[in-house]
């Protein structure tokens, strides 16, 4: 099992601060959102997500850096490939690619784009997620797609790694297809179900995802699985909670768990649980 630190920070010094936190418990991964505001409280501070990742890989060695998502609402494919790509040279091959469709209407109203539907979200998020692919791997032929079109693409310089990671959040089947067509990973987080819904749902879903890779040809344990421990999951509860949070979703398959960083009132659960993350593994 791989565990990642999620932080959305509100200041430098909080963002500088969970980096070295990640670095020196030994997170594999230390991720960031992609929201232009707080979707239910426009008081609380948000950075831009990817900014906030270069930083990281400008100030950090070791953990590898992320997007848990970065939000189809507000970028170009062929934009987001390209910073893809800078953000991969600034970490020296240590980027990762969340993509998303943006479920928050505030995402929608903020950018000025109207709220897509659920089926339109997952067209444009097989579709976006496509070109990503292609791009990254190199392809910069002219794109006409129901949604995205482009021409004269270039992808110079190249990923300093062999294959940037795309992982994709999803959870119907469009979704999940496009991360077993096209994606190194699939993320999902429960958000408002109860967990026992969530954790059947996600037996479901990888179900799906094994069916869907073995049609591809692709083995169903080459797609990494993480579970973004949100909404009715709360990993720092208590030390033993965490143990069996972690039993639980390995036993379902689930082979990394991103856990957000602790309030202060879950400090000392944490604190235990870091100086014994090895164990867990």
């Not at 239910?40 to 400008?58: E, K, N, Q, R």
């Not at 109203?109 to 097989?126: C, I, Q």
């Not at 297809?177 to 190194?184: C, F, K, L, Q, R």
Request: hydrophobic share 40%; aromatic share 8%.
């Amino acid at each position: 099992m791989r565990f990642g630190l999620k932080v959305n920070a509100g200041s430098w010094d909080e963002a500088q601060h969970w980096a070295g936190v990640a670095e020196d418990v030994g997170f594999h991964g230390l991720w960031t959102g992609d929201n232009m505001r707080n979707p239910h409280d426009p008081s609380v501070p948000v950075h831009d997500g990817l900014t906030l990742i270069a930083a990281w890989a400008a100030t950090t060695t070791r953990v590898r850096v992320g997007a848990l998502i970065a939000n189809v609402v507000f970028r170009r494919p062929t934009v987001l490939a390209k910073q893809a790509i800078t953000l991969d040279h600034i970490s020296a091959g240590r980027f990762d690619l969340g993509i998303g469709s943006g479920l928050w209407p505030t995402d929608h109203a903020m950018s000025g784009v109207r709220f897509w539907g659920a089926g339109e979200r997952a067209d444009r998020l097989t579709e976006f997620v496509g070109i990503v692919d292609r791009l990254l791997a190199g392809d910069t032929s002219d794109h006409e797609g129901r949604h995205y079109r482009y021409q004269d693409a270039a992808t110079t310089p190249g990923p300093i790694q062999d294959r940037i990671p795309i992982i994709v959040a999803a959870n119907g089947p469009k979704a999940l297809a496009a991360a077993a067509h096209n994606g190194d990973g699939w993320v999902t987080f429960p958000g408002a179900a109860p967990e026992a819904e969530f954790v059947a749902a996600s037996i479901e879903r990888g179900r799906t995802l094994d069916r869907l890779c073995q049609e591809r040809n692709r083995a169903p344990d080459s797609l990494r699985r993480i579970l973004l421990a949100y909404g009715a999951i709360s990993p720092w509860s208590s030390v033993d909670g965490f143990s069996r949070l972690v039993d639980r979703y390995r036993e379902i398959g689930f082979d990394e768990i991103v856990c957000y960083a602790p309030k202060p009132d879950e400090q000392a659960v944490f604190e235990k649980v870091a100086g014994r993350l090895a164990d867990y593994r």
